[in-house]
């Protein structure tokens, strides 16, 4: 079979998910129409957030949802039947493409209000189904935590307590990002083949809503280049932790270093479907995977090197106490574990296994929200389904991959180059069967 016929069908993948953006205003992560593009006029805002990053016009008009799920069940048989004679090096490719097409057509059943159990929605959007988490580490994090912690009072309290010592001062927030966003860009150009010509601009602004973290604005790309100016909130609960993630998650080495490799992958190749990022795939999974994943490989995996730079760089330029950051690796543990805590609420409210009243009490109990949240912040713990399977087990499942593969970090971070470019299997990835 032909690799024009593989084309053929990618970019009718393509168009269909620039359509469905009509319907799902968040499934665009990041698209590319072409080999460049400049900003042009002054038409864009620093106070709402506008998804994929510019206006893509007529491309996501022209199909109903209907036509949506019609064409992309049709596609999905299409590229099953190419399967079956493709060349060995178009396998990968293919079977990248018949993920993120099932994954496009449960989505749209899903906007047409099709109900589905939450394990089968995730393993269809994102080919990630997270088995039931041990609810056993829940307490015995929290005991550690009243243990370690300063203060008196339940490990409830001391770890509400600990999160407040260790927030930034809001007239030291932009100070502290733009340190960061620095260090995290010096690492990443020391670590990978990057052009160094795509670190953000860092600025802040008061946005009235404390969940929205920032406000990004694309002003241009090219193959060298990604021109974005990033607003961080002022209102939004920054602490030493979710700088770190923020940073190095969102930004360089994470989601804006995907964006970067996958825009020259697709340049370089003309593969239609390395133009977009579609919110509920697997390549989403990836992304948001893998963002979390190196953040440790930028520490060489070494706690004390990642407390160092806590300690230095931001509980030093945020005038916090540091001695406070020997503490830190207890406290990132304690994080990752209540990532788990989201999931299975979210799981359990989505089955309708438990009441919000029930949810909202579970993230109290563990300190996961503050002791007087109200139970319907259990609503407002992410914007996208199957969000904490899509970046908290998802990073569990990269990590494991990356181990498996080689516990060389210089060669870990060869592999992270490799994966952003190439067709990545999130399931071969879990199963440890996929080679790049």
Known sequence: MSEAALNAMAQQYLDLTLCKSRYDDIDIQWYTEGPFWRRTSMRFSRDYKILPDYEIADLKHGKTLEDILDESQHLAENLKL??????????????????????????????????MGFDEMTGRLYDLVAPEYDYQKFDDILDRMGQALPGAGPARDKVLEFRKRISIPRERILDVMKKTTGEFHTM?????????????RVRVRDYPNPDMAFLSILFGYDYNHLEYERN???????????????????MEPGHLT?????????????WPEMAVVQQFSSSSAFTEGSARFVI????????????????????????????????????????????????????????????????????????????????????????????????????DVVKEYFNHITKDVDAQWTLYEKLCCGHMSMRGMEDKTFRV
Not at 96 to 112: C, E, F, G, P, S
Not at 258 to 270: F, G, V
Not at 343 to 352: A, Q, S
Request: charge should be negative; include cysteine; hydrophobic fraction near 35%.
């Open 232 to 250: 961080f909130n002022l209102n939004y609960p920054w602490t030493v932790d979710n700088v770190i993630e923020c940073i190095g998650h969102e």
């Open 82 to 115: 190419f399967e079956k004679t493709a060349p060995p090096e178009q396998l990968q490719r293919t079977g990248y493409l018949i993920d993120h097409v099932i994954a496009l057509n449960t989505r749209t059943r899903m906007l047409m209000g099709e109900k």
């Open 296 to 395: 440790s490989m930028c520490f060489d995996h070494s706690d004390t090197k990642k407390t160092d730079f806590e300690r230095e760089v931001i509980f030093g330029t945020a005038g916090l106490d540091k001695a406070l950051a020997g503490l830190m690796p207890l406290w990132h543990e304690y994080c990752e574990i209540a990532g788990y805590g989201k999931l299975e609420v979210t799981r359990n409210i989505w089955d309708r296994r438990w009441t919000e009243h029930e949810a909202a009490e579970f993230l109290r109990k563990y300190a996961i929200v503050d002791k007087n949240a109200e139970d319907d912040i259990v609503n407002h713990l992410a914007a996208d389904d199957g969000h904490f399977v899509a970046h908290d087990y998802a990073r």
């Open 188 to 200: 990443s150009m020391n670590r990978m083949t990057l052009t160094g010509n795509s670190m953000p």
């Open 258 to 270: 995907y964006y970067e490799k996958r825009t020259q992958t697709y340049i370089d190749t003309c």
